[in-house]
């Protein structure tokens, strides 16, 4: 993964060598004028939102938005990261499934946001990144990335909800709001490894076999492709 400057946008980070396929985020309300020309010479043309509806605020933006629930209700305020994650694959394998068929559908780069762009964005991406060939030690070091770049801009709403609960609690809510540690991604792989994989995991949860082979042609074709757009960094 390569860190992207996206005015307006934080945790932005692409994948691959070349031209991308995939662009995780932070939110996108503030997106500027000048973010969406970044991203559309990115090649992005479709935002995949995994937030509920409650969480959207006013798209100020002409890229097309297909909204995905991961949660499926209120996301949680509280609790240990492994458990939260394993809880969505075991129990929302359709939602993350058909957020994955978005970026396989796509003509374009997709960009997948939720809040943070951490957590629910995280499992989206690790799902397509592996089902495309990526390996679990490419996905652990992009997911680490994040929790550096999430501090800064949602610490003060962590300890907000820390102030507000049990101490014993404390080390878990900032741990869950602001951290990606690589054994929180890790527990999640090994979760999906009881599937088979990503890409059988995916299968068992809606995602065609003609869409598994976009997501590996987009991989390849993004490898075979040179670095072309502003606002890169390497990471």
């Not at 996905?139 to 929790?147: K, P, R, T």
């Not at 527990?187 to 995916?202: F, P």
């Not at 598994?212 to 993004?222: G, V």
Request: hydrophobic share 45%; glycine share 8%.
């Amino acid at each position: 993964m390569r860190t992207i400057e996206v005015e307006g946008l934080f945790n932005a980070r692409a994948v691959d060598a070349g031209i991308p396929w995939l662009v995780r985020t932070g939110a996108t309300e503030n997106l500027t004028p000048a973010g969406v020309a970044t991203l559309r010479q990115c090649g992005v043309g479709v935002i995949v939102d995994l937030r509920e509806p409650f969480e959207q605020g006013p798209i100020g933006h002409d890229i097309p938005v297909h909204a995905v629930s991961i949660y499926g209700t209120n996301p949680p305020d509280t609790g240990r990261l492994e458990d939260i994650y394993e809880g969505l694959l075991r129990t929302r394998g359709a939602a993350l499934a058909d957020a994955v068929a978005v970026v396989a559908d796509a003509q374009s780069a997709a960009l997948v946001h939720c809040t943070a762009g951490k957590d629910r964005t995280g499992l989206v991406v690790a799902l397509a990144r592996l089902a495309a060939g990526a390996t679990p030690a490419e996905v652990i070091d992009d997911y680490e990335l994040s929790g550096a770049e999430v501090r800064p801009v949602r610490a003060a709403h962590a300890e907000s909800i820390a102030a507000q609960s049990a101490l014993d609690d404390r080390a878990d809510i900032l741990r869950l709001h602001l951290d990606s540690p690589r054994e929180a991604i890790a527990h999640a792989l090994a979760v999906i490894d009881e599937w088979g994989g990503a890409s059988e995991y995916l299968k068992a949860h809606g995602l065609r076999d003609a869409q598994l082979a976009a997501l590996r042609a987009k991989r390849e074709r993004a490898l075979e492709s040179q670095p072309s757009f502003a606002g890169e960094a390497r990471s």
